[in-house]
């Protein structure tokens, strides 16, 4: 299991009454909001139709991919015993996955969906204790662990399966190669979570995924770090149509809670336009640039919103601080994220 690095992305989380996404979320919302007042024309000049298409994080064509070795297709043959099937499996794809998942169908498709495959099964002479299992390829293991990150919830316990896991009280999720998998019971009861931790080993052993190694786990400073809270926005992060790909990680200076995140890009051109694009992004939508005095060459500091942003390049990585509310912290995390991808060779 390739996890340590996060185990990020159980049970020594810091305290926090927000979750991850619930923040993502609003942040976008107050952008929203500013857009809103700053008038129609200035968001009609924003407006990009392709927003919502699906996209992938593999930067290679798709005939450089190799498909999986083994698929799944009827669940059944990884219930173990006592469970039965109570439904066929059902089978989606981009096109109508909001069917069946709606309202959290658009972060699978901007995370590479290719195909969900589901069904519900139920302990023989127990038709009120079921369970459904949804098995997501996601189209590469970039895919699969930025839904897991995103969707992961607050009660995790850390499980040593698959490529990362956890459990909840009713509930199984992990990521193998490039499938995100979600077990969920009707029940909380100690045999259907071992029936569920059973399916889940059986599809592990049956299914055969390619692994990929994610090199940015490593690029994060560990000091003060969150090592369970690092996650992947697939596109669109901090509402800016430019960000995709973007590692994000929690630390706690002080009494400060601060985001940090970085982002491989394709060349050192393409990080440095990034920084400039995103600090034009904040000041449009009221953010004031303030001199930086950190020995980062290219650094730029914005405020917005009583809050700062601070975003750098180094070589072909971009990197920065997200909505911090303290400066001094910010520039303090800056430095050491800075240091961390120099040591990374970066």
Same mark, same amino acid.
């Given at each position: ?66 498909? !999986? ?18 439904? !066929? ?44 299992? /949804? ?35 009713? +509930? ?70 430019? /960000?995709?790909?973007? /590692?994000? +990680? ?39 640039? @303030? ?16 809050? /700062?942003? @601070? ?22 995390? +800056? ?12």
């Amino acid at each position: 299991m390739h996890c340590s690095p996060i185990v990020h992305y159980g049970g020594n989380r810091m305290a926090r009454t927000v979750s991850k996404t619930e923040i993502y979320v609003g942040y976008t919302i107050l952008i929203v909001l500013l857009v809103i007042s700053g008038g129609v024309l200035l968001k009609q000049s924003q407006y990009n139709p392709s927003v919502f298409k699906p996209t992938t994080f593999q930067r290679e064509s798709p005939a450089q991919i190799p498909p !999986p070795a083994s698929s799944p297709a009827d669940l059944i043959q990884y219930a173990p015993k006592p469970l039965t099937a109570i439904t !066929p499996p059902e089978t989606f794809g981009p096109e109508n996955l909001s069917d069946k998942i709606n309202g959290k169908a658009e972060l699978y498709l901007s995370a590479g969906f290719v195909r969900l495959v589901s069904q519900r099964f139920a302990i023989e002479d127990e038709p009120t204790a079921w369970m459904e299992a /949804f098995i997501y390829d996601m189209g590469s293991p970039r895919g699969s662990y930025a839904v897991y990150s995103l969707q992961k919830r607050s009660d995790a316990i850390e499980l040593d399966t698959g490529d990362f896991a956890y459990r909840t009280e009713n +509930a199984l999720y992990f990521v193998h190669g490039s499938y995100y998998v979600e077990i969920v019971a009707s029940v909380a009861q100690e045999k259907m979570a071992e029936l569920i931790l059973s399916f889940g080993d059986n599809f592990i052993g049956k299914i055969t995924a390619g692994s990929e190694a994610i090199d940015e786990f490593t690029l994060f400073p560990t000091k003060y770090l969150n090592k369970e809270s690092i996650s992947l926005l697939p596109s669109d992060a901090f509402g800016f149509q430019q /960000f995709d790909s973007i /590692f994000t +990680a929690q630390y706690e200076l002080g009494n400060t809670e601060l985001t940090a995140f970085l982002s491989q890009r394709k060349s050192p051109t393409e990080a440095v336009m990034l920084v400039e694009s995103y600090t034009l992004f904040l000041i449009e939508f009221g953010g004031t640039e @303030l001199q930086s005095t950190l020995n980062i060459p290219g650094a730029k500091l914005v405020e917005i919103m009583d809050t /700062f942003e @601070l975003i750098f390049s180094r070589g072909s990585i971009l990197a920065g601080v997200h909505g911090a509310e303290n400066r001094k912290a910010a520039e303090e995390l +800056a430095l050491m994220l800075n240091q961390s991808l120099a040591e990374k060779g970066q």
